[in-house]
T-cell receptor, first 114, second 115 residues
Framework: DTAVSQTPKYLVTQMGNDKSIKCEQN?????MYWYKQDSKKFLKIMFS???????INETVPNRFSPKSPDKAHLNLHINSLELGDSAVYFC?????????????FGPGTRLTVL | AQSVTQLDSQVPVFEEAPVELRCNYS??????LFWYVQYPNQGLQLLLK??????LVKGINGFEAEFNKSQTSFHLRKPSVHISDTAEYFC?????????????FGKGTKLSVKP
């Protein structure tokens, strides 16, 4: 009964490759997010989608492109991977996109770029 | 820029001792405050949150936090910790008028509980 799930859990790839991380939530939430956690455990939001529309797009290279085929899914595509992209990527969701809504996080995807 | 400061990057403590993890935020506007816990190799789990009302908030696993507006703090406390509380703890804030739903995180405090 996983609420927010991500696949894969681990992803090891070479520099220059293109990869995708999938996220699905079964909570019936309208808003989904992607966060990046760097090697020092610092968490920073990357994107936010509400009802399949982009709400937040922080300063992220355009090599990163989120795609939301429906409200329950928000996938992250990364082109031309670089060493600095190595991190743990967390997907999250919330009922709405307002400040009072609690965000529920997935287990994370550890991306290692060699 | 708006920010969240967790003053201690690591807090070692013995089992059954009390613990306080400190969190301060920079803001002149109203905020919503959260504490999340990340157990080793797992995702983030909400411990507790302050939205309004009583400034003392109780969460899961015996944790509580107190919102202090004058000191812009939201410190997390537990009167008696267990080995199983060993984890990374993140304080986070959402600002009124900020980007919709945007959670701003502190850098985390690693709590290590020793027997």
């Amino acid at each position: 009964d996983t609420a927010v799930s991500q696949t894969p859990k681990y992803l090891v790839t070479q520099m220059g490759n293109d990869k995708s991380i999938k996220c699905e939530q079964n909570l019936g939430h309208d808003t989904m997010y992607w966060y990046k956690q760097d090697s020092k455990k610092f968490l920073k939001i990357m994107f936010s989608y509400n009802n399949k529309e982009l709400i937040i797009n922080e300063t992220v290279p355009n090599r990163f492109s989120p795609k939301s085929p429906d409200k329950a899914h928000l996938n992250l595509h990364i082109n031309s991977l670089e060493l600095g992209d190595s991190a743990v990527y967390f997907c999250a969701s919330s009922h709405g996109g307002t400040s009072t809504d609690t965000q529920y996080f997935g287990p994370g995807t550890r991306l290692t770029v060699l | 820029a708006q920010s969240v400061t967790q003053l201690d990057s690591q807090v070692p403590v013995f089992e059954e001792a009390p613990v306080e993890l400190r969190c301060n935020y920079s803001s002149s506007v109203s905020v919503y405050l959260f504490w999340y816990v990340q157990y080793p190799n797992q995702g983030l789990q909400l411990l507790l949150k302050y939205l309004s009302g009583s400034t003392l908030v109780k969460g899961i696993n015996g944790f509580e936090a107190e919102f202090n507006k004058s000191q812009t703090s939201f410190h997390l406390r537990k009167p008696s910790v267990h080995i199983s509380d060993t984890a990374e703890y993140f304080c986070a804030v959402k600002y009124y008028g900020g980007s919709q739903g945007n959670l701003i995180f502190g850098k985390g405090t690693k709590l290590s509980v020793k027997p």
